[in-house]
């Protein structure tokens, strides 16, 4: 989750990204209530969250988080719409934290991980140093309905995700401090983490109101279709932000760190992370072919869960096409859902 857009020669990736969305076989959804979601959102948030100067809530309503939202999870209803974009706008508010010039330091994110996940795993009652203020108001608002509804085990398996993607986020600031560049394959396993894909997968659970068994979430078959999904929706966003990246990422982009381990050129590198993309999703569609039936309790409940990880790939990289976060144009009215004259999905 990276913002802004900085002229660069990593520009030379901005001109594949139509060309690999075009590529991606799997079928563009979005929510009926996805715009009037987003509405919602900018309106319900002061109250919930951080106050909301001019210029933020023009850059909140630009980024269309609840688009994003509406896009992975198009079943959703209204207001199991609105808690998701409340969950997604928290997740972007921390990668902000972390990321942008004046950013939070090793200490402060590490108390951030430890006070979301005492939020998550205990009660929210329950106070922690590290998560206060906005962002804590934030997230016991966003968290309300889930704990209410979902079982033990489902919440404590959003909430390891949630440990794991913070983890993740500190050890690229601990790189970052120490002038550290990973190498390709150390990268990729630490944006699986730092993507917050993960943490996608389990709200399908929510949204479905189905969640699955720990032995069969944890089948060694649905891992690795986790996994390649995470890599697909996490290198076409490196692609989207590289050239932000070149300046502050400190090597932490698929085509830097395959820039760097293979000594070749960025642009090269470019062509390179596409190559691996374009083998990702063929090894994607081969996988998901492959999955046996677990049974007709739990069948449909697998269908879902599995469509949820490809629509997190199909769902990021539209809306990384159309979001202002990462410099697109804002969505025009009339491609609006409810828009006269188009449907409500698409």
Do not use: K
């Amino acid at each position: 989750m990276t913002d802004g857009m900085i002229p660069s020669p990593g520009g030379c990736a901005r001109h594949l990204l139509p060309s690999l969305r075009a590529a991606c076989p799997l079928p563009p959804v979005l929510s009926p209530y996805a715009d009037c979601v987003q509405e919602w959102l900018v309106s319900w948030l002061p109250a919930n969250g951080p106050p909301l100067d001019a210029s933020t809530r023009d850059r909140l309503d630009r980024a269309g988080f609840a688009r994003y939202a509406g896009r992975l999870y198009p079943d959703a209803t209204e207001p199991d719409l609105r808690v998701l974009t409340a969950l997604f706008t928290w997740f972007f508010l921390v990668d902000d934290a972390c990321d942008r010039p004046g950013r939070l330091g090793l200490d402060e994110i590490r108390g951030l991980r430890d006070g979301a996940v005492v939020l998550l795993r205990d009660n929210p009652r329950l106070r922690h140093g590290g998560l206060g203020g906005p962002l804590r108001r934030l997230l016991v608002s966003a968290w309300r309905e889930p704990r209410r509804r979902m079982p033990a085990r489902w919440r404590q398996r959003f909430a390891d995700t949630v440990a794991h993607h913070l983890d993740g986020t500190w050890r690229e600031a601990v790189n970052r401090a120490a002038g550290y560049a990973p190498g390709v394959d150390e990268y990729v396993e630490l944006r699986r983490a730092t993507s917050a894909a993960y943490v996608s997968y389990p709200l399908v659970e929510f949204v479905s109101g189905r969640p699955l068994p720990d032995p069969v979430y944890q089948h060694p078959l649905l891992i690795r279709i986790r996994d390649v999904g995470n890599d697909l929706l996490s290198w076409y966003n490196d692609l989207a932000s590289l050239e932000r990246d070149q300046f502050f990422s400190g090597g932490h982009n698929l085509v830097l760190a395959l820039a760097a381990e293979r000594r070749v050129p960025v642009p090269d590198a470019v062509d390179l992370a596409a190559q691996r993309w374009h083998g990702s999703m063929r090894q994607f569609l081969a996988l998901r072919a492959t999955v046996p039936s677990f049974g007709p309790v739990l069948d449909a409940a697998v269908t879902g869960h599995l469509d949820g990880v490809a629509r997190a790939v199909r769902g990021t990289i539209d809306w990384t096409c159309e979001s202002a976060r990462y410099g697109a144009e804002p969505v025009r009215a009339a491609d609006r859902v409810g828009s006269p004259g188009r449907a409500g999905r698409r």
